[in-house]
């Protein structure tokens, strides 16, 4: 199976799909929508009507919080 030379790793992505940070950091879809629907949510970054993760400034409010 040949890898499409434009796809790269969700480890050297910057900004993930709630799909994508799921699986990158084992938090299930729902919640990740859940937290990204919060209003004073740091971590969202809307794309039109998608709401994407900001990979950098989520692993930063995961080292700060203390449950989720």
């Known amino acids: 199976m040949r890898k499409n030379p434009h796809s790269c790793e969700l480890k050297d992505k910057e900004i993930l799909t709630i799909e994508e940070g799921a699986a990158l950091f084992g938090i299930g879809q729902n919640k990740l929508k859940a937290m990204l629907n ?31």
């Open 38 to 68: 919060e209003p004073s949510c740091p971590f969202r970054l809307l794309n039109g009507r998608k709401r994407m993760i900001m990979k950098d400034q989520f692993k930063e409010y995961l080292a700060k919080v203390q449950k989720i």
